[in-house]
């Protein structure tokens, strides 16, 4: 038997396990009361009835190729495109770029940090390609940890699943802490630090309570605050630098490249465009939610396209060009930017304040509070999710499985929320020294994940191939195919090698007793030797080797079963469309 023969077989016998699976009976959450689905009524609050019940394990396919539901997880399809979209587009615009940017400025340059925020983009285009091609034939609950799980090493998942799961647990306190200080520009301290915490915990937790649903909306409403508010500073900052500004503040005359010249381009050299990479990670952190969310859309095979598309957008339209008028209206030597970290430091409060345009600052501040806000329950969401798929892959304990009929992860909820009271030793005086060091524990964890990506689809490719199938079977595929996930994994460890030389020879030069530079390297490189950890832990308890190509599933949980030919004549027919509607389709949604 040829190998096509033998594809052809396995696909009609699994076809037929699919028929005959349809007539077992289903838990359909849409049944439910509005209030019960909205989380608003005790009967919300208990366990969803999943396909445990009826012999069908964890881990099996979210739907089958017939759209029924088949996974033991009933978390609800309650996203729409516009919440994708939104997610896709402005979910991770936060304090990495509002408030990041202005240190990043003063250690790179302007040139500098057009330099790592370029080439951070460039890979995270190929990694959101990669994604979206795994998650629209696999929308599997928990997104990459599970594909990792499945086409790399059960090991290496259970340390990236984890590493995650902490990552967004750490964050979650900063972003309450932050969103308290952005609120002190303001009050100034008038209002102590440790109430605004409550009152931002407090919504987080309401917040929290809508499910999906509530993060959709949130996600949607404050990115569209956010892109509106970075496209209002785009084109203002056009025309200030055009000398278009008041003739009170320092734009009214045209000053274009002026501060490129003077103080110049670059503020440390080579050493200062090393310090920025991280930085510009950072502000990136979050673009991957989209392939987490995609076990919870309708349809993927719509939506996920045009949201992985989003991304290229964002990059260019809202960083670059955000960060390309910064550069030109803010010096790197500007005092202002030293030292601080709050709204008041941000690059973009510092130009419009300089511009003399009066309300804009607070707009701006208002905007990284909301923004601030909005990845807190980001963080909730993600690690969550994570944290439900860590358990029915046996890698955590079994109560984080616990889904209620309003669609929620409960117990995995409470469980990053419960990291959330860590903020308030922001009131004591050793508050800024433990945030160091939990920060130090996700220091390079958006790297690892990232990384995590492109390796599980250069594995995923590998198989497909092996298994003998055709990448024209796919109903996405990634534009820069495997060579971008290459392209992602080789830039990623130059970037962790460029850490490692700041580390050891820091912008400023060497510390006479070497004690900074010590807490500085372990402060950078923490996170490692944990994720070491984990992948050992993970490789003594479940004694399993990296999988061969020939024996990764491809199978469960597959959306997909179109074969070459039927996809030919999909893409056939999608080309008679008119030259606009093609062109559209290219840039913004499905090809």
């Known amino acids: 038997m040829s190998d096509k023969d033998y594809v052809k077989e396995k696909h009609d016998a699994d076809a037929s396990v699919r028929v005959a699976t349809a007539d077992q009976k289903y838990y359909d959450p849409s049944q439910e009361s509005i209030w019960t689905r909205l989380g608003l009524n005790a009967r919300s609050y208990t366990r969803a009835p999943g396909l445990t019940d009826q012999g069908v394990t964890h881990g099996q396919a979210n739907e089958d190729a017939e759209g029924r539901?088949?996974?033991?997880?009933?978390?609800?399809?309650?996203?729409?495109?516009?919440?994708?979209?939104?997610?896709?587009?402005?979910?991770?615009?936060?304090?990495g770029l509002f408030v990041g940017t202005g240190s990043a400025l003063r250690n790179g340059g302007p040139a500098g940090v057009l330099i790592a925020w370029s080439l951070i983009g460039l890979m995270l285009i190929n990694v959101t390609q990669a994604l979206g091609e795994m998650a629209i034939l696999y929308p599997v609950s928990g997104g990459f940890y599970t594909l990792t799980e499945r086409m790399v090493d059960s090991s290496?998942?259970?340390a990236m699943g984890w590493n995650y799961v902490f990552q967004w647990a750490v964050v979650l306190p900063l972003e309450i802490t932050v969103a308290g200080t952005t609120v002190q520009y303001w009050t100034g301290e008038s209002v102590p630090i440790g109430a605004w915490i409550t009152i931002f915990f407090a919504v987080i937790v309401i917040a929290a309570m809508f499910g999906t649903l509530g993060f959709a909306e949130e996600e949607f409403w404050s990115s569209c605050l956010k892109l509106s508010v970075v496209i209002i500073f785009i084109i203002t900052g056009i025309i200030c630098i055009s000398g278009g500004g008041p003739a009170r503040g320092a734009y009214s005359e045209y000053t274009g490249g002026a501060k490129w010249q003077n103080p110049g381009g670059f503020a440390n050299g080579f050493k200062g465009v090393c310090a920025v990479f991280v930085t510009a990670a950072f502000s990136f952190a979050g673009t991957e939610l989209v392939g987490l969310a995609a076990?919870?859309?309708?349809?993927?095979?719509?939506?996920?396209?045009?949201?992985?598309?989003?991304?290229?957008?964002?990059i260019t339209i809202i960083y670059i060009s955000s960060l390309t008028i910064i550069g030109l209206m803010i010096p790197y030597t500007e005092p202002r930017l030293l030292g601080g970290s709050g709204a008041a430091a941000s690059p973009f409060v510092i130009a419009m304040l300089d511009a003399g345009l009066n309300g804009m600052d607070h707009l701006i501040n208002a905007t990284i509070c909301i923004s601030v806000l909005s990845i807190g329950l980001s963080c909730v969401y993600a690690g969550s999710r994570t944290l439900t798929a860590l358990a029915e892959t046996g890698y955590a304990p079994k109560m984080f499985t616990y889904v209620d009929r309003a669609g929620?992860?409960?117990?995995?909820?409470?469980?990053?929320?419960?990291?959330?009271?860590?903020?308030?030793?922001?009131?004591?005086?050793?508050?800024?020294?433990?945030?160091?060091?939990?920060?130090?524990?996700s220091g390079l964890s958006t790297l690892f994940t990232w990384?995590?990506?492109?390796?599980?689809?250069?594995?995923?490719?590998?198989a497909w191939k092996a298994q003998g199938h055709?990448?024209?079977?796919?109903?996405?595929?990634?534009?820069?195919?495997?060579?971008?996930?290459?392209?992602?994994?080789?830039?990623?460890?130059?970037?962790?090698?460029?850490?490692?030389?700041?580390?050891?020879?820091?912008?400023?030069g060497m510390d006479p007793d070497g004690m900074a530079v010590a807490e500085g390297f372990f402060k950078t490189f923490l996170a490692l030797p944990i994720l070491i950890?984990?992948?050992?832990?993970?490789?003594?308890?479940k004694r399993k080797l990296p999988y061969r190509a020939m024996d990764i599933d491809l199978d469960t949980g597959r959306k997909s079963w179109l074969t070459v030919e039927e996809m030919d004549a999909y893409h056939a027919e999608r080309r008679l469309a008119p030259w606009h509607i093609r062109l559209y389709r290219t840039l913004f949604t499905s090809s």
Not at 75 to 87: E, F, N, T, V, W
Not at 451 to 462: L, Q, V
Request: hydrophobic share 55%; proline share 6%.
């Open 408 to 441: 929620r992860p409960l117990y995995s909820v409470l469980f990053i929320l419960a990291f959330a009271p860590i903020a308030y030793v922001n009131v004591a005086d050793v508050g800024s020294t433990v945030f160091d060091w939990l920060l130090a524990l």
């Open 470 to 508: 055709s990448v024209r079977e796919l109903p996405f595929k990634a534009l820069g195919g495997v060579y971008g996930s290459w392209f992602g994994v080789i830039l990623i460890v130059l970037v962790i090698v460029a850490q490692f030389y700041i580390a050891l020879w820091p912008i400023g």
């Open 156 to 158: 290496f998942a259970f």
């Open 69 to 95: 539901p088949a996974s033991a997880n009933i978390l609800q399809k309650k996203m729409k495109p516009r919440h994708l979209q939104m997610i896709a587009v402005g979910g991770s615009i936060g304090t």
């Open 295 to 314: 076990s919870e859309t309708p349809n993927p095979r719509e939506s996920m396209p045009g949201a992985v598309k989003g991304t290229f957008w964002r």
């Open 451 to 462: 990384g995590a990506i492109c390796m599980t689809h250069i594995r995923f490719r590998a």
């Open 533 to 541: 950890t984990f992948y050992i832990i993970g490789l003594i308890w």
